[in-house]
């Protein structure tokens, strides 16, 4: 089920390892998943994707940068080669969860193609807290400790837009990671200086373990919460 759409362009011994990746997520991790309109995995060229993606969903098809997916699948078993499984089953669940929040979803391009970022934020926040929960289990313990000493080495100030938006895409990924296998909680938190910033964290972290005790909806009044939250702290800063 899971397949290259364009393997041509890796040697015998980088199709083999991919293959090992692709093997062990059917077999193993997801068997349960809503699969059904999935058109691949395609390597892309390198200046397709931002430099800083690893991977992306598109068109139900699995994305991965070409430099990085070489790399990874220069050694077997290293960090580099568990992230890759990583990013394609993390992408594996977005695209179920498309397929389960159909309309949250369409919502979401709507908004994003009216530039309505303050609408569609809650919605993304929601979706990618979903897939780094599920994700986690499958996290590498180094690539989360790096990212979440760049969360804790950045300088934020809420009162300078860029920073806003940028706090609300991390969220859903501070979230799950402080509460993952590989971060402490509440040494994660202490290391955060911010006290603006941590008080948004943990209060967007209640709201969505409040979600999460309800049977998930699709559709927009479920997430009004989240929305109202977003919609303060942006009419809070700015």
């Not at 040697?11 to 997801?30: P, R, V």
């Not at 394609?88 to 970022?117: F, G, S, T």
Request: glycine share 2%; proline share 3%.
């Amino acid at each position: 089920m899971l397949e290259i759409v364009n393997k041509c362009r890796l040697n015998d011994k980088q199709n083999l390892l991919l293959n090992e990746i692709l093997t062990d997520l059917e077999d193993n991790h997801i068997s349960g998943f809503n699969l059904s309109n999935f058109k691949g995995i395609r390597i892309a060229d390198d200046n397709y994707l931002p430099s800083f993606s690893d991977g992306r969903l598109e068109n139900q098809q699995v994305l991965l940068p070409y430099e990085k997916l070489i790399n990874a699948l220069a050694n077997a078993y290293t960090d580099e080669y568990k992230k890759l499984r990583t990013t394609i089953y993390h992408e594996l669940v977005h695209l179920d969860l498309e397929n389960k929040y159909p309309q949250l979803h369409n919502l979401y391009k709507k908004l994003v193609a009216q530039e309505n970022y303050v609408k569609a934020t809650p919605i993304q926040i929601w979706m990618e807290y979903n897939a780094q929960e599920t994700s986690e289990k499958l996290s590498v313990g180094s690539a989360i400790k790096i990212y979440f000493d760049s969360v804790c080495d950045f300088t934020w100030n809420l009162n300078d837009a860029n920073d806003l938006v940028l706090l609300e895409k991390h969220l859903p990924y501070i979230i799950a990671r402080i509460n993952g296998q590989h971060l402490n909680r509440e040494e994660s938190l202490s290391r955060i200086k911010n006290g603006e910033v941590r008080k948004i964290i943990l209060d967007v972290e209640e709201i969505l373990k409040r979600l999460f005790a309800l049977p998930g909806e699709d559709r927009i009044e479920y997430l009004k919460e989240l929305f109202y939250y977003i919609e303060l702290i942006e009419s809070k800063y700015q």
